[in-house]
């Protein structure tokens, strides 16, 4: 028994460094890429360039099912975004409520025959609506398909090479569309680009547009916002170097449409359908050999709405590993397959033993540690400085995500906003980080029982329904 | 030494990273505080100076003392700001004179700097500041690896007439991605007289993979000059080519223009037939009304849109035709022409775009 223990440690402890060298190889990543891309962002002369008429057409993809409390201010900001080739294809997937029925009334919808082939298949289509007010919007009403089906449905009715996958909740900022066409004007050889995901809770959002960003008072969603910064600024920003993400974010990501079209377009059984297409684009680009980059820019925002309750964060974290589990299985031949190159044997090793196993590995920790204690044999002193090294190190990664936010875009700009950041990657590490790792168990446990359930979440929507300009979403 | 030692280590170096983290991040903000109060009156200095400058009421000497007490990326905002607001030939006055100030020897040093931001600098400057001497220094940056400078520097075109600049610029312009492309052919649409000659030249190469992207920047030239040049290449074997071919010829209402159009309004690539009834009604030659109303019936429904659309530019007419095929009994023509009867005008105008 000793023996077990002494060895499972030595292994966890291994696991332990290992993982965290390579969380440090992404800070270190992380610096030259957020020094480009903020002189990248700031050059005037960019923001010209991409003002000018020939800028790649793009179509906004954008699922709606019951989005009737939203959907109409969501597609009024989208429409106002600042870009001048573009459209809007709202997806509305077997609706239960009148999302169709307020789309219709407020944008003079008008059935027009289908003119394009279904390239994807989907849920039948039930009619296809154009604009007389706004003519970049096309409205597809079809039967309930799921998130991947209605963004293939929209693929289909797309008419332009680049698509951006949007959510009907998220907020896009005026320039984001913009400035994720920036590496497209570099020449490079995209095949998607990501952007930043930012926490909307507690911001001040008028017309559809955060207004004021501000960092949440209350525990769960501040600790998210120090979630987010570090997910997106660091370590998304490290992966560019070490061979692109293997993760865009479904609520705001751009595509190049027949790369898409090749892979099949989203897969409908999938759980999280944006890592999903992502590996499988990384897999069909490498296996073809076709020159390829992927990379994530943070200066393209756009917001969201994150759970504030325990329950829904829990089916959120549990749904997401899910996905996690099942992608990783699902592309189990890529592992350390040198025919995919750093994403076979970087990406896809960091994400099954460092992301997907880490609470399998964390939770072992902690009964080996609690074993040791009843038995005597764990030294409390070493226990004690392991647990004080690693929540160290967490805090250590959390905060350097605040440097960098400090260092470059600086969207909170409050000393009491500043201060919360400090305060809640400090405390993420003190029962919160705890609380995602059993969540995250739990979806062993989920995939065991082969259940694909999705988690629902009540959003309270971002503006006042009174006829006020704006307000705060937490009051 | 033990595993506890090496904990303890690690644990140690972690609070003095954590503190010095917490302290950087102070420290930014009280830097970039402290900063902002003490550049901001220099910025205010300077543009009091460029003010006055530009009224006459203050000699360039002044202008010049306040842009070296500037950061230089904070100085090259400002010269890029104050060049669209001041006359040109005032203007080449400030240019002449920061030929020889010691202030802007040293960006234009850096033309040849190993950093891609530094070079991006010098030809931002350039690009408001260059005289005829920079030329060789401007074509380095042209021909630079990173886009950010060979954007930036291709704007010196706006202030600086050189055939060596333009040339090197229009052979570059469509091998470039669309986007940068389009902002090469708005610099080059300064140099008219000069880019046309070429045109008339480059456009004669019919087997260049880049000709589509030449005729497209011909057609926004909207040059008589290149009209002939341009007719003949709606016979061009590649669709795209004559997609932008029959773009060009949309401008200029002349009967060869409108024969091509017309054997375009039936060739075998849909987007052709598309361009070419859009090209018909931006002419809007009566004489060619039966033409654009028998591509209500094409089998492509973008045909028929840009048919409908065609047709509203004809006027009265035009509108007639619409209210005919609203009403008759092929399904095609009448939905789009109630399609395009309904559209408001803000609509028709997106669609025109």
């Known amino acids: 028994m000793r023996e077990l223990i002494h060895v499972s440690d030595q292994g966890i402890l291994v696991y332990f460094l290992a993982l965290n060298s390579f969380y440090a190889v992404l800070m270190i990543l992380s610096i030259p890429e957020i020094w480009e891309q903020t002189r990248l962002a700031d050059d005037d002369d960019f923001q010209r360039i991409m003002q000018s008429d020939a800028l790649p057409p793009i179509t906004l993809l954008v699922p709606a099912y019951n989005e009737s409390a939203t959907v109409v201010a969501s597609v009024t900001a989208l429409l106002t975004l600042e870009y001048r080739n573009f459209e809007v294809i709202v997806v509305n997937d077997g609706s239960r409520d009148d999302t169709l029925d307020r789309l219709r009334a407020a944008f003079d919808l008008f059935e027009a025959p289908r003119t394009y082939p279904e390239t994807i298949p989907t849920r039948p289509l039930r009619a296809l609506y154009r604009s007389r007010a706004r003519t970049r919007l096309l409205v597809v009403d079809k039967e309930n398909g799921g998130k991947a089906d209605s963004l293939n449905a929209a693929i289909n009715a797309s008419r332009f090479p680049l698509v951006i996958a949007v959510d009907a909740d998220t907020l896009i900022e005026p320039d984001a569309m913009l400035r994720l066409t920036r590496p497209f004007l570099l020449g490079r050889h995209i095949a998607a680009v990501g952007g930043t995901v930012r926490v909307a809770n507690s911001c001040t959002v008028e017309h559809g547009r955060v207004t004021d960003a501000r960092v949440p008072r209350r525990f769960l969603p501040g600790v998210q916002v120090v979630e987010y910064l570090r997910a997106f600024l660091f370590g998304r920003l490290g992966w560019n170097r070490l061979g692109g993400n293997l993760i865009i974010s479904g609520a705001f990501g751009l595509f190049r449409k027949d790369y898409l079209l090749a892979i099949g377009g989203y897969r409908t059984e999938s759980v999280v359908e944006d890592m999903d297409v992502v590996v499988r684009l990384h897999r069909h680009l490498l296996r073809h050999r076709i020159p390829y980059e992927m990379p994530f820019i943070p200066d393209p925002v756009a917001w969201t709405e994150v759970p504030e309750v325990g329950r829904f964060l829990a089916r959120q974290r549990e749904r997401w590993h899910r996905g996690l589990l099942s992608a990783m299985w699902q592309y189990k031949g890529m592992l350390f397959n040198p025919r995919y190159g750093r994403v076979g044997l970087i990406g896809v090793p960091f994400y ?65 906003d500043l201060a919360r950041l400090l305060l809640f990657a400090t405390l993420e590490n003190f029962g919160y980080r705890q609380r995602t790792v059993w969540w995250r168990l739990k979806a062993f446990l989920t995939v065991w029982q082969q259940r694909q359930v999705w988690g629902e979440m009540t959003r309270k929507g971002f503006e006042a329904a009174k006829g006020q300009t704006g307000r705060r979403v937490d009051g | 030494m033990t595993g506890r030692h090496f904990l303890t280590v690690v644990a140690l170096v972690q609070g003095v990273l954590l503190a010095a983290l917490i302290v950087l991040i102070i420290l930014n903000r009280w830097f970039r505080l402290r900063r902002r109060a003490q550049v901001h009156p220099r910025v205010i200095q300077l543009n009091d100076a460029m003010q006055r400058w530009a009224l006459g009421t203050a000699d360039v000497a002044s202008v010049l003392l306040r842009l070296a007490r500037l950061p230089v990326p904070l100085a090259v905002d400002a010269l890029v700001m104050w060049s669209v607001r001041v006359p040109g030939d005032r203007w080449r006055k400030l240019a002449t004179a920061l030929r020889y100030h010691w202030w802007a020897r040293l960006v234009r040093a850096n033309s040849d700097s190993a950093r891609w931001w530094q070079r991006l600098q010098t030809a931002r400057f350039l690009a408001v500041a260059a005289t005829p001497e920079d030329t060789p220094r401007v074509l380095r940056l042209l021909r630079d690896p990173h886009p950010a400078v060979h954007i930036a520097a291709v704007a010196t075109l706006e202030r600086v007439e050189s055939a060596a600049l333009t040339t090197v610029a229009l052979e570059r312009l469509p091998r470039l991605a669309a986007t940068v492309s389009a902002y090469y052919a708005g610099m080059l649409r300064r140099s008219r007289p000069l880019v046309v000659q070429l045109l008339l030249k480059m456009l004669r190469r019919t087997d260049d993979p880049a000709l589509p992207r030449l005729v497209e920047f011909a057609a926004r030239l909207n040059e008589p000059a290149l009209r002939e040049r341009l007719t003949a290449l709606t016979g061009h074997p590649d669709p795209e080519v004559r997609v932008q071919a029959a773009r060009a010829i949309g401008s200029f209402p002349h009967t060869d223009s409108i024969a091509a159009l017309t054997r375009l309004a039936a060739d075998p690539a849909w987007p052709v037939r598309a361009q070419a009834v859009r090209s018909l009604g931006m002419i809007a030659d009566p004489a060619t009304l039966p033409l654009v109303r028998d591509a209500l019936h094409d089998p492509e429904w973008w045909v028929r849109l840009r048919a409908g659309l065609a047709l509203t530019r004809f006027g009265a007419p035009g509108r007639k035709l619409l209210l005919e095929a609203e009403v008759g009994g092929a399904a095609g023509p009448r939905d789009m022409a109630r399609l395009v009867l309904g559209l408001s005008t803000q609509a028709l105008a997106e669609y025109a775009a």
Do not use: K
Not at chain 1, 353 to 375: D, K, M, R
Not at chain 1, 382 to 392: E, H, I, Y
């Open chain 1, 352 to 416: 099954t033993f460092g992301e997907a196993l880490a609470p399998l590995v964390e939770v072992l920790g902690y009964v080996i540690t609690v074993v040791g204690f009843a038995l005597g044999i764990v030294n409390v002193q070493f226990a004690l400085l392991f647990v004080l090294v690693a929540w160290g190190y967490g805090m250590l990664l959390s905060i350097w995500a605040v440097v960098l936010e400090e260092v470059s875009f600086r969207r909170y700009g409050r000393v009491g």
